[in-house]
């Protein structure tokens, strides 16, 4: 009886280690993403890198989104707002609550159509802390002002300098606009 149970308990256990290391590897596997439409690196065009400017900004009205806290939807607020930089729009975030008021902005990058916008630590740890759906919202805020302010195609987000991640994915791609 012993040997039956001993036997038992020796093949679930190899049963279940097959079964994490499967699951292990079905995620690393999956390269879909939730809040948006990412690119590899090798599919955007390099081309030489340039500081953006405030000259090259000037519109009416600009575009910032952020989540309405009782209905969890994304809104889009139009404002009109002079002598935009990437520290500008990223107050607006903060004021909207999308992002943490002791957050900062490392640097802002426009490569042709494409942005490459560095955050700092403080940022990244508040990102870690929302959980999917809450990472998910933030992404989709960030990401869609910063798109219409600069009006840029893409954008990749990291934090130091690095890749920005959670406890589940890291974003190394470039996202499109998300659409709500």
């Given amino acids: 009886m012993k040997r039956i149970v001993l036997s038992m308990l020796v093949?679930?256990?190899?049963?279940g280690i097959v079964a994490c290391s499967a699951e292990k590897?079905?995620?690393?596997?999956?390269?879909?993403?939730?809040v948006g439409e990412v690119k590899s690196k090798e599919s955007v065009e390099q081309t030489s890198e340039e500081e953006t400017t405030n000259t090259d900004l000037q519109k009416d009205t600009e575009k910032i989104y952020f989540m309405d806290k009782q209905t969890g939807e994304m809104i889009c607020e139009e404002e009109k707002i002079e002598n935009i930089d990437e520290f500008l729009v990223w107050e607006?975030?903060?004021e909207k609550g999308?992002?943490?008021a002791d957050a900062k902005v490392n640097?802002?990058?426009k490569e042709g159509t494409t942005l490459v916008l560095?955050?700092?630590?403080?940022?990244g740890d508040f990102f870690r802390q929302q959980g999917t759906l809450g990472e998910n919202e933030v992404l989709k805020c960030i990401v869609n002002t910063?798109?219409?302010?600069f009006e840029a195609e893409q954008i990749?987000?990291?934090?130091e300098g690095y890749d920005l991640t959670s406890s589940h994915k890291i974003y190394d791609g470039y996202m499109t606009k998300i659409e709500q």
Avoid: C, G, H
């Fill in 25 to 34: 590897d079905e995620k690393k596997e999956k390269q879909e993403v939730v």
């Fill in 156 to 159: 990749k987000i990291t934090e």
């Fill in 11 to 15: 093949i679930m256990s190899i049963v």
């Fill in 118 to 123: 560095d955050l700092d630590i403080r940022f």
């Fill in 92 to 94: 607006k975030l903060q």
């Fill in 98 to 100: 999308v992002v943490p």
């Fill in 146 to 149: 910063y798109l219409d302010m």
């Fill in 107 to 109: 640097s802002l990058k």
